[in-house]
């Protein structure tokens, strides 16, 4: 693989990965819109919100099948052509059983999808020799900036869904079919042949490098996802609502600290590869885990709505780098099975948002929203229990070989 072709393969899935962030955000953010269009009540609505991640989960474990045969290349060019029809098709529907036909296909796809872009992102970032991981994650989160604005855009102009979706979709669809051109599998372990063998011959699926995938040995990471994405899922969800009703803040006050956490997020990610190369993944992760879970002290005990603002502000600096670091220790983890680890790594990021804002709610009502803000705290800082587990840091990528002379690729 030449320099070129890896920064191609870099910025193209960069691309990718901000594609989907707009396409997420699009959905999520107009959930009120979607469950009016088709009148979804109240008490169903919880059911078509966790069939996406059910889904999704499914459609990460299919695609640590497929890849055994293929390139994740070749699935991630499917499945985001997939998710951004599958958003439309939300949008045009008008039946129940159109949009949950459509929700169905926009969460397998995007399982699909999460899977083979993060598993791209492993084989990309063992090319480089250094950490890149968090720059496409960083790529996400300015994807879903993106399309939260659109979709806010689209509530106070009053338009309907399919004219929001439509010229998205109509834009980001060529694009994406363009980019994908460009998808690169990087090389080393990670390389496919055309037969679905790797480079050195053993099968495509098969343990190489670092041996057969063992679940125990990939636990505390799945373990670590889980409790990032209850973090995030805590914030995505209760924010607003507890900035107004703990908090006492007015409405409009309140739907800031989401765009704080997210400006944040794409902040921290911008900067984490650099902290990264400089410390090590392990130093990084510990600091993140460390800041999250200051950030969730400070929003249980925020005398008032600006200090309760601060600590979701440290929520973004301290969740953010946590996840990619985490798709990039089980490539390291598994350098030799490494899509197989990714795919079924990314089956937990859907169990933390599964788990997290119920457990919260639940909590809540039971208890107090102060004290159940507690409980994700605790669980972030497990995590500096299983910090070893991002180790061996970048500079031992693919086994202890030498580092590539792609190390310096830009």
Not at 40 to 68: M, Q, Y
Not at 86 to 108: C, I, K, N, T
Not at 254 to 261: F, G, I, L, M, R
Not at 340 to 359: D, E, K, Q, T
Request: positive net charge; charged residues 10%; aromatic residues 10%.
């Amino acid at each position: 693989m030449t320099d070129a072709g890896l920064r191609h393969g870099r910025a193209s899935l960069g691309l990718s990965f901000g594609v989907q962030g707009v396409a997420f955000a699009l959905l999520v953010t107009r959930i009120p819109a979607i469950q009016d269009q088709y009148g979804i009540s109240d008490g169903l609505l919880p059911v078509f919100l966790a069939a996406v991640p059910i889904l999704a989960g499914v459609g990460s474990v299919a695609t640590g099948k497929v890849v055994a045969r293929v390139r994740p290349s070749v699935v991630l060019r499917w499945a985001q052509p997939l998710v951004l029809l599958a958003l439309l098709g939300v949008g045009a529907g008008r039946e129940m059983w159109h949009v949950a036909v459509a929700l169905g296909v926009f969460g397998l796809a995007v399982g699909a999808l999460d899977a083979s872009m993060n598993m791209l992102g492993v084989s990309l970032q063992r090319a480089y020799a250094r950490s890149i991981m968090t720059g496409f994650h960083a790529a996400y989160s300015l994807g879903g900036i993106a399309g939260a604005s659109l979709a806010w855009a689209g509530a106070r102009w009053e338009l309907s869904l399919l004219a929001s979706y439509l010229p998205v979709v109509a834009v980001l669809l060529p694009v994406a079919l363009i980019g994908s051109r460009w998808y690169t599998d990087g090389k080393g372990a990670e390389g496919k042949g055309a037969e679905g063998k790797r480079p050195d011959g053993t099968e495509a699926g098969a343990g190489g490098a670092g041996g057969a995938l063992s679940f125990k040995l990939l636990l505390p990471l799945c373990l670590i996802m889980t409790f990032a994405y209850i973090g995030d899922s805590t914030v995505s969800n209760w924010s607003a609502k507890y900035l107004q009703d703990v908090l006492g803040s007015s409405e409009q006050l309140a739907t800031v600290p989401y765009n704080v956490y997210m400006v944040t997020t794409l902040l921290g990610r911008a900067v984490g590869d650099l902290g990264v190369r400089r410390f090590g993944a392990v130093a990084v992760v510990r600091g993140g885990s460390l800041l999250a879970a200051g950030g969730f002290a400070v929003v249980a005990v925020a005398p008032g709505a600006w200090v309760g603002m601060l600590g979701f502000t440290m929520l973004g600096f301290g969740l953010c780098v946590i996840v990619p670091q985490t798709f990039a220790a089980a490539g390291r983890m598994f350098p030799g099975n490494s899509d197989a680890a990714v795919a079924r790594l990314n089956i937990f990021n859907y169990v933390g948002f599964l788990v997290g804002s119920p457990m919260v709610g639940a909590l809540g009502d039971a208890w107090s929203y102060r004290g159940a803000m507690l409980v994700p705290m605790v669980l972030v800082l497990a995590t500096l229990v299983y910090a070893r587990a991002f180790g061996p840091e970048p500079a031992r990528y693919g086994g202890g070989h030498e580092r590539p002379r792609t190390a310096d690729v830009g």
